[in-house]
C-alpha cells in the first residue's frame, strides 16, 4: 500500500515540474492548448493594446495587438493568466479550462487605475469546491485585498452559466448575486443550478477601489433530469440603435436627456441618428469625436408561437481580428 501512494506521489511531482513519463519510461513533454480573447476598456469598450498577458505560475506571456486581440499557448489543464498595462488597473482569472490542442476564448476588461498610488494587485479570491445537492450548490467564499489598509473590495458578483454585471437591467437573463456591501469575509455562497445541465461554470468577480479586477472560475456537473426540445431560431431580425457620448447611462435609459432623445428617435424628429438595418449588417453609430461613448440598441424579431420558450436569448456582438463589426 505504500509504496503505491509514493508512486502516486511521484506523478504529481513529475506533473507538477512540467514532465512526464510514460509507462514504458519515456520521458514525454506536457500537452498544451491555446486561449485567445480580447481586452477592452470597461468604460466603452474600445480595444486595449499594449496588455502584458502572462500565464499564472509561469514564464510564457504575450501582448495585445491594435486591435486588444491576443492568443497564447497554455499547458492543458485548469490554468490562470494575469493582464498587466502601465496606468491600467490589473486583472486576473483563474480557473480557465485549457484542453489539450484545443482553443479557449476569454475576453476581459480592463480599467485606468483610480489612484496611481494604491497597487495595481487583483484581489485574491478563494472559494472550495462547490456541493451540489439537487438543484442548489453551495460553497465557502473569501476575498483579499492587497494593502487592506489602503484599499477594499467594491463590488463582488457571484454568477452561473455566464460572467455577471453590476447592471440589473443589461444583466437580468444571468442568474447571479450582486455583493455590493460585501468585504471580503468568510461566507457560504448558495446558488440555483435549476435549468442547467452538463458541466456548468461558477464566475466570481471582484473589483476593488483602485479597479482591479479578478474572476474565479468553478465548475459543477449537473445531470439532466430530462431531455428538453431545443427553442426555435428568431427571424425577422431589425435593430434600432443609437450612440449617446454619457458614459453614465445605466438601465433601460434611465436618464432623461437619453430617454427624451430615443422617444425623438422613435418619433422621426432625429432620423440621422437611427438605423433600420439586419442584426449582422448593424454598425456602431459612434460619431469620432464621442470618446467611450455607450450604445444604445434595440432589437425586434418574431419567434414561433408553437416552438418551446427559452430561459432567455444572448444578442452577441462579433468583431474580427483586424477588429472590424
Excluded at 301 to 313: L, S
Aim: proline residues 7%; charged residues 20%; hydrophobic residues 40%.
Amino acid at each position: 500500500m505504500r509504496s503505491r501512494w509514493v508512486s502516486a506521489l511521484t506523478f504529481l511531482v513529475l506533473v507538477a515540474g512540467g514532465l512526464l513519463f510514460s509507462g514504458c519510461g519515456q520521458l514525454v513533454a506536457p500537452q498544451t492548448g491555446w486561449v485567445e480573447g480580447y481586452v477592452s476598456d470597461k468604460k466603452g469598450g474600445d480595444p486595449v493594446p499594449g496588455v502584458v498577458v502572462r500565464v499564472l505560475g509561469g514564464k510564457v506571456q504575450t501582448t495585445t495587438n491594435e486591435h486588444g486581440y491576443y492568443r497564447i499557448q497554455v499547458p492543458a489543464g485548469i490554468r490562470g493568466l494575469s493582464f498587466a498595462k502601465e496606468g491600467y488597473a490589473g486583472a486576473r482569472v483563474e480557473g480557465l479550462w485549457v484542453k489539450p490542442k484545443e482553443t479557449t476564448y476569454y475576453s476581459t476588461l480592463l480599467l485606468e487605475a483610480f489612484d496611481p498610488t494604491l497597487p495595481t494587485t487583483p484581489p485574491k479570491i478563494r472559494a472550495s469546491n462547490p456541493i451540489v445537492d439537487g438543484d442548489q450548490a453551495t460553497f465557502t467564499l473569501s476575498v483579499e485585498v492587497a494593502e487592506p489598509e489602503r484599499n477594499a473590495l467594491t463590488f463582488t458578483d457571484v454568477a452561473v452559466g455566464a460572467v455577471g454585471g453590476s447592471s440589473g437591467h443589461l444583466n437580468k437573463t444571468v442568474r447571479h448575486r450582486r455583493m455590493f456591501g460585501y468585504h471580503g469575509e468568510r461566507t457560504e455562497i448558495e446558488v440555483s443550478l435549476a435549468g442547467f445541465s452538463g458541466l456548468v461554470p461558477i464566475h466570481i468577480v471582484s473589483y476593488d477601489l483602485n479597479h482591479n479586477r479578478a474572476e474565479l472560475i468553478r465548475y459543477v456537473k449537473v445531470e439532466a433530469e430530462e431531455e428538453e426540445p431545443a427553442p426555435a431560431a428568431p427571424s425577422d431580425l431589425a435593430a434600432l440603435a443609437l450612440t449617446f457620448g454619457d458614459v453614465a447611462v445605466f438601465g433601460p435609459l434611465g436618464h432623461t436627456p437619453a430617454r427624451a432623445a430615443l422617444e425623438k428617435v422613435r418619433q422621426g424628429k432625429l432620423a440621422g441618428l437611427k438605423t433600420w438595418a439586419p442584426l449582422k449588417n448593424l454598425a456602431p453609430m459612434a460619431d469620432e469625436r464621442l470618446k467611450k461613448a455607450v450604445s444604445w440598441v434595440e432589437l425586434t424579431f418574431n419567434y414561433p408561437e408553437d416552438a418551446p420558450a427559452p430561459d432567455y436569448f444572448e444578442i452577441w456582438r462579433k468583431r474580427n481580428l483586424e477588429g472590424e463589426d
